[in-house]
């Protein structure tokens, strides 16, 4: 694809991860190859934007809005068809199950690094079949009942959802067999960073395995810093960009700038009033940083933080609906919850005092 290809598509931001560079690409694979196989509906349209420790997932609004559409059709017209989605999805999360355990354990001493693949492949059925799928379903859901629309409608699908509602596999098998392959290629390379290995693409990887040709160490320096990605539908490559005066032809790159505002508002989760330290954590690795009583802000909140969450006096997250994890959780735990502020982390930083008001959906700076 060429810049003024990529200009001419209707992108929106969708979602910021402190994630590894990595994670995107089995998502791709999920979206572009398998979902529209198993759903009727895939994405064709991807850019991603990699900047330090955080990347940011852009998609066209049109084709956002015609995935909500099409699952939201699905679940009212075949409900029958969702409830069985989900039975796979069940099936996909224990094997994830079984895959973490494995590289928790001795037992993944006895996988090389040519067993890649393999491995790889399970990893994208296990995304679009524990996330990506029930995600989307629920999304499509919450959004009608933010709009009025009536629970009970969705009551069969609702039920047969909820025993994945706070499950996100990727987090834990990106801590264990990920984690594991790129000290396997750290091993092979004699490259001890994982910061560079972790930004190579799955195609990459698997060229590096078979022929052991292996991407410039100042392109993955490169994309550790600052790149822009994305996946062209026609040759099915991922293709990048470094230059960051590219924002200038896609505004939608600049991160929008945030006013300190005093006040930070959102959408109540779970009520209650408290005020406590801020921590900010988005992932397993914050969490050393956590005392017992902080409130918890996050970009969002995944089951590998319930350590944390359970010990918190208050969640604040950036994104987020009804059914999101952050609300389920703190409606689980009876912690006040403040979802869907879309800029509480870009505002509030380590060690400010805030009071968290959930009864009324909204946290103040005190100091």
């Not at 009212?76 to 068809?81: G, I, L, T, V």
């Not at 300190?260 to 992932?283: F, L, Q």
């Not at 017992?292 to 950036?318: E, F, K, R």
Request: glycine share 6%; proline share 4%.
């Amino acid at each position: 694809m060429t810049i003024e290809e990529i200009k001419k598509i209707d992108w929106i931001k969708f979602l910021d991860r402190r994630r590894s560079c990595f994670i995107y690409f089995p998502y791709i694979e999920a979206e572009f190859k398998w979902l529209p196989e198993i759903c009727g509906f895939g994405y064709k349209k991807h850019l991603y934007k990699w900047s330090g420790d955080k990347g940011v997932h852009y998609r066209s609004a049109s084709e956002l809005e015609e995935s909500m559409a099409h699952f939201l059709k699905v679940i009212k017209d075949e409900p029958s068809r969702v409830v069985e989605w989900t039975k796979t999805s069940l099936q996909w999360t224990r094997r994830s199950e079984e895959l973490t355990k494995k590289f928790e354990s001795e037992e993944k001493e006895r996988v090389s690094l040519g067993d890649f693949g393999t491995y790889y492949d399970e990893f994208v059925q296990i995304l679009l079949w524990t996330v990506t799928i029930p995600y989307l379903s629920l999304c499509a859901i919450d959004a009608v009942l933010e709009k009025g629309e009536s629970k009970e409608q969705f009551r069969e699908v609702l039920t047969a959802l909820e025993p994945l509602r706070g499950f996100t596999a990727y987090p834990q098998l990106e801590r264990t067999m990920l984690d594991y392959f790129w000290k396997l290629l750290i091993q092979e390379t004699g490259i001890d960073e994982v910061e560079l290995v972790d930004k190579m693409n799955a195609d990459e990887v698997k060229q590096f395995i078979l022929d052991k040709t292996f991407p410039d160490i100042e392109i993955l320096k490169k994309r550790r810093d600052w790149c822009i990605f994305v996946h062209d539908p026609v040759t099915d490559k991922i293709e990048y960009w470094y230059d960051k005066e590219i924002a200038k032809e896609l505004p939608v790159l600049n991160d929008e700038m945030i006013k300190a505002e005093a006040v930070i508002k959102g959408r109540v989760g779970y009520p209650g009033k408290v005020t406590g330290i801020v921590k900010r954590i988005d992932n397993a690795k914050d969490m050393a940083k956590f005392n017992p009583g902080d409130i918890i802000v996050s970009i969002n909140t995944t089951p590998d933080l319930m350590a944390v969450l359970s010990q918190c006096s208050a969640i604040v997250s950036d994104e987020g609906g009804i059914m999101c994890h952050a609300a389920i959780v703190s409606r689980e735990l009876k912690k006040p919850c403040i979802i869907g502020t879309k800029i509480a982390t870009k505002v509030l930083k380590d060690g400010d005092m805030v009071e968290v008001d959930a009864e009324k959906g909204v946290v103040k700076i005190l100091k």
